[in-house]
């Protein structure tokens, strides 16, 4: 279903990146039909405005998405969570941002907490992109204070990493 998504919007790329949009922000659809953020309506305005595109084209997605009984039962339960990465440093955090040479790798989470676990550092959030709901793919950790050079040394070795941004 995952991929079917994206081809329910084929006819109209404009719509298409509304609701591109809407599953990167892990914005929803209320029952009114408007895009929401945990239950929250937000103006089509704004959200025009945020995604680049006329706000007609917004209504007309969101109308569509309503529409569609598979595509309004999700978009009518996506919620939004904190994401920690902006306010990480003031919080005494630290970010670790893995770019994966391969999206499809089943083992880059599993490996990268490994490594962090291995060093007994605390987890606070963890989050991964996903392939078809993002451009660019990424693995982020948050962990409690500072990463050791050692562990970054070993999630750089990982055969999954790319490359890895603090």
């Given at each position: 279903m995952w991929q079917q998504i994206p081809e329910y919007f084929a006819d109209s790329p404009s719509q298409q990146k509304v609701l591109r949009f809407l599953l990167e922000n892990g914005f929803g659809i209320s029952p009114n039909g408007k895009i929401a953020v945990n239950g929250i309506e937000l103006s089509s305005a704004a959200v025009s405005r945020a995604a680049g595109v006329d706000r007609r084209v917004v209504d007309a997605a969101?109308?569509?998405?309503?529409?569609?009984?598979?595509?309004?039962?999700?978009?009518?339960?996506?919620?939004?969570?904190?994401?920690?990465?902006?306010?990480?440093?003031?919080?005494?955090?630290?970010?670790?941002?893995?770019?994966?040479?391969?999206?499809?790798d089943k083992n880059i989470v599993a490996s990268a907490a490994g490594v962090l676990a291995s060093f007994d550092l605390t987890l606070r959030q963890i989050f991964v992109t996903d392939s078809y709901a993002a451009e660019n793919p990424k693995l982020v950790i948050i962990i409690d204070g500072k990463l050791p050079a050692e562990a970054l040394g070993m999630l750089r070795e990982l055969p999954a990493v790319k490359s890895i941004i603090l």
């Open positions: 969101a109308e569509r998405i309503g529409e569609i009984e598979e595509l309004r039962t999700i978009f009518a339960n996506l919620r939004v969570t904190p994401d920690f990465t902006n306010v990480a440093k003031d919080l005494g955090l630290s970010v670790i941002t893995i770019l994966p040479k391969n999206a499809g």
